[in-house]
């Protein structure tokens, strides 16, 4: 059966809510399955159709994905959210807790939702780009469902 939803958690808040692959344009989400490689990312790579300072680097293990959204300042990629979405109970439980980087948050890292899910963690300079992260909130659902089309891929 195809997943038409995911829950989306955000950790600081511990806010749920519910993404759904209807809400998404098809085109949206293609143009990002070519950055959809497992394995884990060494480099981050430009965000097709974004502005040019915009970079993901990202993450596939069976069953679970981890991507960094950044913005380049002064040359370098700063990170502005992280994610993981994951598609597998057993993936789910094992990486919940690498989302949680150590940070104080609303959510628990002994307490995984249940899959499948996406949850993020907006890190510290996206607060200095209000802009960016209302912009953000949205665009990390299509690198969720990028990564569950991916799934679906003959390989």
Known sequence: MDTVSLQHITLQSN???I?????????????????????EGTEFLLL??????????VSIVPGFMMATIAKEIDGHPV?????GVAMDPCAGVIYW?????????????????VHPWM??????????????LK?????????????VEWLKRPR
């Open 119 to 132: 949850a993020s963690y907006i890190e510290p300079h996206a607060v200095l780009d209000l802009h960016l």
């Open 97 to 113: 807790p690498y989302l949680f980087k150590g940070m104080r948050c609303a959510a628990s890292p002994e307490n995984p939702p």
């Open 15 to 17: 806010q749920i809510h």
């Open 79 to 83: 990170p502005m959210v992280t994610m």
């Open 48 to 57: 097709p159709g974004q502005p040019k300072e915009l970079r993901i680097i």
């Open 19 to 39: 993404t759904r692959r209807s809400d998404f344009d098809e085109g949206r989400v293609a143009e990002l399955l070519p950055l959809m490689r497992e394995g």
């Open 135 to 147: 912009w953000l909130g949205g665009y990390q659902q299509v690198v969720a469902w990028a990564y």
